[in-house]
Nanobody
Framework: QVQLVESGGGLVQPGGSLRLSCAAP????????IGWFRQAPGKEREGVSC????????YYSESVKGRFTISRDNAKNTVYLQMNSLKSEDTAVYYC?????????????????????WGQGTQVTVSS
């Protein structure tokens, strides 16, 4: 059962930008840390970013730090991932997920098995 809904993916040229959105139509994201993960063809899914609920904690993987910005609008029950200076290696299916075990991202890289609710993913393709 899909709990989260991602949108905003697409085809973009290298150096371009996209903003991904993660919405939860049927439950509140309040109190949960929200993570963004991605899976490229032939590779394992990796956590790229995480945002805490109210403590301001944010995590970025080294591969996206300085280019991606995660944010959340609690009033809109939505989390965003602004992706700038996109590279071909950013091509992947991007997933958002809710961590029902934690409200903070102060422990570093998001741990996949802690995330209970997932979206179905949105494809991001960076190519000229």
């Amino acid at each position: 059962q899909v709990q989260l809904v991602e949108s905003g993916g697409g085809l973009v040229q290298p150096g371009g930008s996209l903003r991904l959105s993660c919405a939860a139509p049927r439950f509140t994201l309040d109190y949960y840390a929200i993570g963004w993960f991605r899976q490229a063809p032939g590779k394992e899914r990796e956590g790229v970013s995480c945002v805490g609920y109210s403590d301001g904690s944010i995590y970025y993987s080294e591969s996206v730090k300085g280019r991606f910005t995660i944010s959340r609008d609690n009033a809109k029950n939505t989390v965003y991932l602004q992706m700038n200076s996109l590279k071909s290696e950013d091509t992947a299916v991007y997933y958002c997920a809710a961590n029902l075990m934690r409200s903070s991202c102060n422990t570093g890289a998001p741990i996949q098995h802690e995330y209970s609710y997932w979206g179905q993913g949105t494809q991001v393709t960076v190519s000229s």
